[in-house]
């Protein structure tokens, strides 16, 4: 039997500090979720590609989207999450995903190998953003 590699948490792991050291950054680019058929020429750009069985889904800057003649789908902004988690760091999505619950703010999110990004709608990206920060001021007075 042979030994499989051991995979090296890159990043935080505490959830305490994770929350308290969210510092969302807000970009107030448009983005959209779309998706072409697999195989389909995919412009560049793309800030994801993923394969699904239905097709490629895209995240891709709005401009691009629309320079390709793609359906835009979901329009969105993204906020990324500078703190350096890791991808092996437990309960920090479900920290988030309960303050934007509690702020009416739906979310998609993109787990990088740095950082967390989140893509909002325009019109809840002021609300989630401010939800973000106070997850992280309560996390660090706590």
């Not at 629309?66 to 906020?79: D, M, N, R, V, Y």
């Not at 990088?112 to 001021?137: K, M, S």
Request: proline share 7%.
């Amino acid at each position: 039997m042979t030994d499989s590699p051991k995979s090296q948490p890159s990043g935080i792991t505490d959830l305490a500090r994770l929350l308290s050291e969210l510092e969302p950054s807000f970009t107030p680019e448009l983005y959209c979720f779309t998706s072409i058929a697999k195989g389909d020429p995919q412009p560049d750009g793309a800030l994801m590609v993923f394969e699904e069985a239905e097709g490629t889904t895209l995240i891709l800057p709005l401009e691009r989207a629309t320079a390709a003649h793609i359906e835009t789908g979901f329009l969105c902004q993204k906020i990324t999450l500078t703190v350096p988690s890791s991808l092996e760091a437990i309960g920090m999505m479900a920290a988030i995903a309960e303050a934007l619950t509690q702020a009416e703010v739906p979310c998609n999110v993109v787990a990088g190998y740095h950082h967390d990004h989140l893509f909002v709608a325009p019109d809840h990206a002021e609300r989630a953003v401010t939800a973000l920060h106070a997850l992280q001021n309560r996390s660090a007075t706590n």
